[in-house]
């Protein structure tokens, strides 16, 4: 890499823009200007302004981009991840958050508006990206979250203390069986992809922790599968239950979802893209034994 002592940010941030090109990262230009905000701390508007002067590239600045070039996500570099309104801690271990999991947030705050204290839990909550979003954008709700990975756990207590999240070390199978038929919402993005999908993408498959990824089984439903039963479980009658998957996925899940006889309104909900990456349904009322 030809950065060198003294050069100026223009040109060190348009050499880096070249070398994250090279290495086949999809933003270059971006994530070149993330990692030397990263290190000025001026934020991306200032930034901006800067390069349009003679002010020098910051120290250590070449090493970030070579680890960026390393296809190192740019998250696990700078250590933060931005959800809808939070700034959510991340690293080895833990499931970067993606932007698509935003809608499935805004289908559980729409649901929601006009409750007073809506009971809701995340299952898997990685981050703490789903659950810590409804606790800071939902005043009053009472939120709860369930993470397996000792990892991805220990990720998720240091986001989701300061919102007041309730968070539990369990699998999502069992987990929370004090709580059976009392929450108004269950949510989840569970690992969904099948065995045989390995991601292409050198930040998902050598950075995401697998057990975020693969669903289990040839068509990575077993998880998913698994979130609908303890969604039916967890909630009370009439009780929402919304969960991100692949688009290949969508019709499966309708069908399960329909064939147990547990859910009402199954419906099919888009992305930002249009693709069909969310399910939700409503808990069927339970008829009272005779
Ligand atoms: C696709 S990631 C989603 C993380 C987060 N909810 C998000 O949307 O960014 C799936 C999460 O489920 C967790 N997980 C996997 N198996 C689990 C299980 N049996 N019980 C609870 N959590 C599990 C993984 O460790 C991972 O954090």
């Known amino acids: ?7 100026s940010l223009a040109d060190a941030v348009r050499e880096a823009t070249a070398v994250l090109a090279d290495a086949g990262v999809p933003s270059p230009r971006v994530d070149a200007e993330l990692l030397a905000d990263h290190l000025l701390g001026v934020g991306l508007g200032r930034l901006r302004a800067m390069l349009l002067g003679d002010s020098p590239a ?10 960026r070039a390393g296809r190192v996500p740019l998250q696990h570099i700078t250590g933060v991840a931005y959800f809808r309104h939070l700034e959510l801690r991340v690293g080895p271990g833990v499931f970067v958050p993606r932007p698509e999991t935003e809608s499935v947030v805004q289908l559980v705050i729409d649901h ?26 939902v005043p009053g ?16 207590t240091r986001n989701l203390k300061p919102l007041g999240v309730t968070l539990i070390q ?13 929450f108004d919402v269950v949510v989840s993005n ?20 697998p057990e975020a990824l693969y669903g ?11 979130a609908a039963a303890s969604a039916a479980r967890l909630l009370k009658s009439g009780g929402y239950f919304v969960m991100e998957h692949a688009e290949v996925q969508a019709a499966w ?33 339970t008829v009272p034994d005779e």
């Open 1 to 7: 890499m030809a950065f060198h002592q003294g050069q």
């Open 58 to 67: 910051p120290e250590g600045y070449a090493e970030l981009v070579s680890e």
């Open 112 to 137: 929601v508006a006009g409750m007073a204290h809506p009971k809701v839990v995340d299952l898997g909550t990685g981050s703490g990206a789903i659950a810590g979003s409804i606790a800071q954008e």
């Open 141 to 156: 709700a009472e939120v709860h979250a369930v993470e397996y990975s000792p990892f991805a756990h220990a990720w998720a």
């Open 170 to 182: 369990g699998d999502l199978r069992d987990a929370l069986p004090e709580h059976n038929g009392t």
């Open 190 to 209: 569970p690992p969904y992809i099948p065995a045989e999908a390995i991601p292409t993408e050198p930040e998902v498959a050598l950075h995401d922790p």
């Open 216 to 226: 289990g089984g040839a068509d990575g439903m077993e998880l998913p599968t698994a």
């Open 253 to 285: 899940i309708a069908t399960m979802l329909k064939r147990t006889g547990r859910w009402s309104n199954v419906t099919t909900h888009l992305d930002l893209n249009g693709k069909e990456r969310a399910t939700s349904a409503l808990l069927a009322e």
